[in-house]
């Protein structure tokens, strides 16, 4: 790999390490962040001396970390505790299939900013195969000590702040070289589905992704350019999100006013709540590799969906959350999720999150429509394969 070709996005190299450790545990914006998170109270009495403490314990967590691979250690050290904590349950299938010596792109639905891909990494960390480099909107969190983290954390980053098409060709097709490279080198690759997250539970492949993949392949047939690929969906789903509040207001906010605007650091929030939050069951499954010869992006995309939603896990709270939904749709598909509804609750108890009780009632049909899609989806697809 030409190194220099993406230095603008790469993760950092081993030798770089230590020096970004060293910049981390000192910064005042990420030690009172933590100060912060960790201990409100005592943050606002003395800032200062929350700082120090948090820069001691991040100096003694981090000692003698060296490189990525020992960073990564200590992540998924942090990873168990937030599994442990966070999820009822964490299972992973398909695992068992893919090859060591292989490397893959992984392409998944995404719920969370940083959980989907720490979720993928912790299963590939317990079943012996190596963790990923992590596709990264450049727009998403923007703190340098964020940047620094997710870099340290094998994150490359896609440009989606640039203007003007020239300028964006040029960053579409610096990422797709990237990711060839990246699978040249053996590294696999996770990246979204689509930008952004899913805040609607209506989880679709953008065709424009796909096009991006094919872009350092362009001189080749798809076929051949989707062997060099390997893409592997990747279903993941969460009983509870945690950021489900979040999500309802911005699609009440976008559908009232026609449009929203983020507050300073609703980023970060996000990203500490959808790790620490409680996700209930959580359950990852991966698919079949994607080969053969499609006719066009958009062929690919729709088997890509076709892998994601038949695998994904629909839990008690989503055929229920269906039937709270007197709309179109959903309304015609009461029986049907009811029934199913009924059959789960022979095995398992009917599970709401604190987040309905907490809803005002203006987002409340948000909500519940993010909680019933996924069985919408489910739905949607039985069908067209059935037609």
């Known amino acids: 790999m030409n190194s220099a070709a993406f230095d603008d996005i790469r993760p950092y190299f081993d030798h770089e390490v230590p020096g970004a450790l060293r910049d981390l545990v000192r910064d005042p914006e990420l030690t009172g962040f933590m100060g912060n998170w960790l201990a409100p109270g005592a943050y606002a009495v003395m800032p200062p001396v929350m700082r120090f403490l948090v820069s001691l314990y991040l100096k003694r967590e981090l000692s003698g970390v060296e490189n990525i691979r020992a960073f990564q250690d200590v992540i998924a050290k942090y990873a168990k505790k937030l599994v442990t904590e ?42 012996g195969h190596d963790t990923v480099r992590i596709a990264i909107g450049d727009n998403l969190v923007q703190r340098p000590f964020a940047t620094s983290i997710m870099r340290l954390n094998k994150g490359f980053f896609i440009k989606r702040s640039v203007e003007g098409p020239r300028k964006a060709y040029a960053a579409l097709l610096q990422s797709s070289q990237y990711i060839r490279a990246s699978l040249e080198e053996k590294q696999s690759v996770w990246i979204a589905q689509s930008e952004g997250r899913s805040k609607d539970g209506l989880d679709r492949t953008d065709p424009a992704i796909v096009k991006m993949f094919l872009l350092a392949h362009r001189k080749e047939a798809m076929a051949d350019a989707l062997k060099g690929l390997r893409i592997v969906p990747l279903s993941i789903s969460y009983e509870f999100d945690p950021c489900d509040l979040m999500k309802a207001k911005e699609q009440f906010v976008i559908e009232s006013k ?27 499954r991966l698919g079949d590799e994607v080969q053969g010869d499609y006719e066009s992006p958009e062929a690919v995309a729709a088997e890509i969906d076709r892998q994601i939603i038949s695998r994904m896990e629909l839990f008690p709270v989503n055929y229920w959350a269906l039937t709270q939904l007197a709309e179109a749709p959903y309304v015609d598909l009461h029986a049907q999720a009811q029934a199913a509804l009924d059959s789960k609750l022979d095995e398992e108890a009917l599970a709401k999150p604190a987040s309905f009780d907490a809803c005002p009632p203006e987002h409340l049909p948000y909500l519940l429509r993010m909680y019933a899609n996924p069985v919408l989806n489910r739905h949607n697809l039985e069908t067209i394969y059935k037609a």
Do not use: C, W
């Open 86 to 127: 966070g999820a009822t349950s964490f299972s992973y299938e398909g695992f068992e299939r893919l090859d060591a010596d292989q490397s893959y792109l992984f392409v998944s639905n995404h719920r969370d900013i940083a959980g989907d891909s720490m979720l993928l990494d912790y299963a590939l960390y317990l079943t």
């Open 258 to 284: 026609g449009g929203y605007e983020k507050p300073a650091g609703e980023d970060l929030l996000s990203l500490v709540t959808g790790l620490s939050g409680h996700k209930g069951r959580v359950v990852l």
